[in-house]
């Protein structure tokens, strides 16, 4: 069973200092994603793998629907246009089983940094975002982590031949690891790393 302690300064970022009547382990999975990372450690241990950042912020806050994340990806050094911008939905399914429901935004780059900003993405709200059916990440708490994925060939990319995707995480505290990949009709992989997941180790922004 994952241990429903945290530290409260945490629980107090994810919830804006608003009690919740969420369950621990729900708490617990925001609180893991809520925040900044960096794959430059690997990135320089791996010339293969790119230096990306990557933040994730709540939204919404007041909502009673559970958890939503506003969630921006770049390249280092072009942290003002990235090159993947999301929103998370998060639920709990059962003791067991958590899902990321996954939106893309109207015009995305208009939103760029918003991630700073004390209500990122206020000008928005739920309907005006668009569900990325078949995409959604299932993650299952194991000890100290979570671990999970997309189900099957269900979500779907054109991306450079691609006929569908997969996503793998693995979810710690500190450390996120995800594997995003591309695969066209035959099973063939045609984009992502062929050598593992991107290593995201929690940073703190200066």
């Not at 960096?38 to 009673?64: C, G, H, Y």
């Not at 935004?105 to 309907?127: H, Q, V």
């Not at 100290?144 to 995480?169: H, N």
Request: glycine share 8%.
């Amino acid at each position: 069973m994952l241990s429903t302690t945290f530290p409260i300064s945490l629980l107090l970022i994810v919830l804006g200092g608003v009690p919740s009547s969420q369950s621990p382990t729900l708490l617990r999975l925001t609180a893991y994603l809520t925040g900044s990372f960096s794959s430059q450690e690997q990135s320089a241990a791996d010339t293969t793998f790119a230096d990306v950042r990557l933040r994730m912020v709540p939204i919404w806050k007041n909502r009673s629907d559970g958890p939503w994340l506003y969630v921006e990806q770049a390249m280092a050094g072009k942290e003002e246009r990235p090159y993947r911008q999301r929103v998370y939905h998060l639920a709990q399914r059962s003791d067991t089983t958590f899902e990321s429901l996954v939106f893309t935004l109207p015009d995305p780059l208009r939103f760029a940094g918003d991630w700073r900003k004390e209500n990122p993405l206020a000008t928005l709200s739920p309907d005006s975002l668009t569900i990325r059916n078949g995409c959604s990440i299932l993650l299952h708490p194991q000890e100290e982590k979570f671990t999970g994925g997309t189900v099957g060939r269900g979500c779907p990319s054109e991306l450079r031949g691609a006929a569908y995707a997969t996503s793998t995480v693995v979810l710690t505290e500190t450390v996120m690891v995800s594997w995003d990949r591309g695969f066209n009709k035959d099973g063939t992989q045609v984009w992502g790393s062929i050598r593992g997941g991107y290593v995201f180790k929690r940073v703190v922004d200066r």
